[in-house]
């Protein structure tokens, strides 16, 4: 029996007209299906009810997959794949497996021969590199940064210098409530020259996308970035 298409949502960085976010095809293609794997109910609920759904709310079929799922539970999610259902894996916000608990079923579905389909969508990463101006041919993405300020200033030590040994921009994310502390790590531990990229709340009305060297940031007047998703990018 074939199996059935694993799709993978992209979902909004935040508030905003949909419409702007995912095309036609994408927001269709997503309605006409009944089962879905998210990492919050709640917050998939919320913006599959903004869709054209072929069927109400209510009866959809969610399933969590989130960063405390144990791996042999995967196999249950999968099942239904491999009885012909097609089924969505929604990420809480941008792409699902990038930056997000998504990735080892997808994994599982490539060994069990399961269709793997990627739809068009926001990527906070891919966005804030490309109006970075920062290298776009070679580039790395290393999710989180120590929270501990000595490991932290370590690491950062450690990616300015890969960046300029081999022009590579590198790109980091930090929760919400602790941008400053890293923009302060970053200002204090950076070489003048390297260049630092802040864009936060990307695609919403006060998107941030700045670009500047190190020296520059020291002078401080630095933007609002309290709560606020922000990614970062340095090139040393």
């Not at 929270?147 to 990616?159: G, H, Q, S, T, V």
């Amino acid at each position: 029996m074939a199996t059935g298409t694993l799709y993978l949502i992209p979902t909004p960085l935040g508030a905003g007209e949909l419409n702007w976010i995912l095309p036609t095809g994408v927001q269709q293609q997503i309605s006409r299906l009944q089962r879905f794997i998210v990492e919050h109910p709640k917050t998939a609920r919320h913006f599959l009810k903004q869709l054209n759904l072929q069927q109400t709310i209510q009866t959809l079929q969610l399933e969590v997959l989130d960063k405390h799922t144990p791996a042999t539970e995967l196999e249950t999610l999968l099942a239904p794949l491999l009885a012909g259902e097609d089924v969505g894996l929604l990420s809480e916000a941008g792409c699902p497996a990038v930056a997000d608990p998504g990735s080892p079923l997808v994994r599982l579905a490539h060994r069990k021969h399961v269709r793997v389909v990627p739809l068009v969508g926001p990527s906070a990463i891919l966005l804030a590199l490309m109006a970075s101006g920062l290298n776009g041919q070679q580039f790395c993405f290393h999710g989180y940064l120590p929270i501990d300020p000595a490991a932290c200033a370590k690491k950062i030590a450690e990616l300015e210098k890969a960046s300029i040994a081999a022009n590579t921009t590198q790109i980091f994310i930090e929760t919400p409530y602790r941008n400053r502390k890293l923009l302060q790590a970053l200002v204090e531990q950076c070489h003048a020259t390297t260049d630092l990229t802040i864009a936060c709340n990307l695609t919403q009305l006060d998107e941030l996308i700045l670009t500047q060297a190190i020296s520059i940031w020291r002078q401080g007047n630095w933007p609002d970035l309290h709560k606020k998703p922000t990614v970062f990018l340095l090139h040393g």
